[in-house]
């Protein structure tokens, strides 16, 4: 998108505005799809991410499955008109019973401890399950998002197979799919292909399978000259080693992947204005029109958003330390070299799709902002800005 049509969608919708690029989505999904040439190949988008039913339904409509990892996300993906058969549902901690729920849904149950994959068989042999593995690598770009290490939360450890396998015999479930997910931002595809070997070995023990999962965890580009994971030679290695499996295997199985990120990070802009210019002694303070409720990433991870000045981009740059207007330290960035910013100007932040919206809540009863989807040279409105309706919806009134 030009820094005109962005310019023009916060025109339309006022400020803040997250924008979606639709063109960026599709082109990410096309370069995965191409870049594992295997017998059959299923992506599952990671709903979290970013869950606009909007999105799913585009998503949907290029053969996008969906990864979620509660009820509601799986409903989500049935409105969006998703088959329920491509909808993998991969909780973590969630009671029995959602389980349950989301079983008479028609979803494809991933299961990650032992305690409820035996109550699960114990009552329900017949529903096929996936089970996800904790291999132990350490992945993922820090301790926050890396979820695949020796005492991170996820997933059966490949120590406890034979109970595992026990569990399994007694109960006389099927296991059809066996996943992992070792974390996000993952840069090196070396430790991807050493997960998937123990995935392999691992997969052997089992018989009836249909697919193996690799998840998520491809890192993108967050700035210029950055790293990306990449998908072109992961695919060309990991298709190898996939196709060597399939044949010790004795049959074809799917290969899965959950990406999240991938397909709608960089597709994503969020638009603020700047409110207040204040200078210190020390620094240039760019105060803007939101804060860490609607982007919290900065603040959460230390994650690094482009920021850029779009309503006068070919001004002079100077440094700035950009801060949102939350009573709490909100800093989006520090000493950001930036085209000289007016009060009134546009700020624009890159790799605002994923992990931004759907993070965003109303601390300091703030609303959060509308979402529009650009498609086709046209800006969609797909979520409306909340309004003061939003905020006392839910509330029981006490008089006193
Ligand atoms: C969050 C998550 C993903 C997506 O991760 P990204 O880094 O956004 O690609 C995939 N699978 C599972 C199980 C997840 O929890």
Request: aromatic share 10%.
């Amino acid at each position: 998108m030009t820094n005109k049509e962005l310019l023009s969608v916060a025109e339309e919708f006022g400020s803040p505005v997250y924008v979606y690029d639709a063109e960026k989505i599709i082109s990410q999904y096309n370069r995965l799809t191409s870049a594992f040439k295997v017998n059959e190949l299923r992506i599952h988008y990671a709903v979290k991410a970013l869950s606009n039913i909007s999105i799913l339904k585009l998503l949907n409509s290029l053969g996008c499955g969906l990864d979620t990892v509660s009820v509601q996300e799986v409903k989500l993906g049935l409105e969006a008109g998703v088959d329920p058969s491509k909808i993998i549902y991969t909780p973590n901690g969630v009671s029995l019973e959602e389980i349950e729920e989301v079983m008479h849904l028609g979803a494809q149950i991933n299961i990650d401890n032992l305690s409820i994959l035996e109550q699960f068989g114990s009552r329900h042999p017949k529903v096929p399950v996936c089970i996800r593995i904790n291999p132990h690598v350490m992945a993922g770009g820090n301790s926050k998002i890396s979820v695949g290490h020796i005492d991170s939360k996820f997933g059966i450890s490949i120590h406890q197979m034979p109970h595992l396998l026990r569990i399994v015999e007694n109960t006389g479930m099927r296991i059809n799919g066996i996943h992992m997910h070792t974390g996000s931002d993952i840069l090196d595809i070396g430790v991807f292909l050493y997960a998937s070997e123990i995935l392999f070995e691992t997969a052997q023990q089992f018989k009836d399978l249909e697919f193996i999962d690799f998840g998520s965890g491809f890192k993108v580009p967050y700035r210029e000259g950055d790293i990306e994971t990449d998908i072109e030679d992961l695919g060309k290695q990991l298709t190898k080693k996939f196709e060597v499996f399939c044949k010790s295997y004795g049959k074809e199985v799917a290969l899965v992947f959950e990406p999240g990120k991938y397909l709608v990070s960089e597709a994503g802009k969020f638009l603020a204005k700047v409110n207040v210019i204040k200078q210190t002694t020390s620094t240039v303070f760019a105060g803007i029109d939101t804060g860490f409720n609607h982007l919290i990433r900065p603040m959460f991870y230390g994650a690094h958003h482009d920021i850029e000045n779009i309503s006068n981009p070919d001004a002079k740059t100077r440094y700035y330390s950009v801060v949102g207007y939350i009573c709490e330290t909100d800093t989006f960035g520090n000493n950001r070299q930036i085209s000289e910013i007016r009060e009134g100007d546009l700020l624009c932040f890159s790799n605002a799709g994923a992990y931004c919206y759907s993070m965003a809540s109303n601390f300091n009863s703030r609303y959060r902002p509308p979402e529009v989807l650009w498609y086709k040279g046209k800006a969609h409105l797909i979520r409306e800005r909340e309004t003061f309706e939003d905020l006392t919806r839910h509330q029981h009134i006490l008089e006193f």
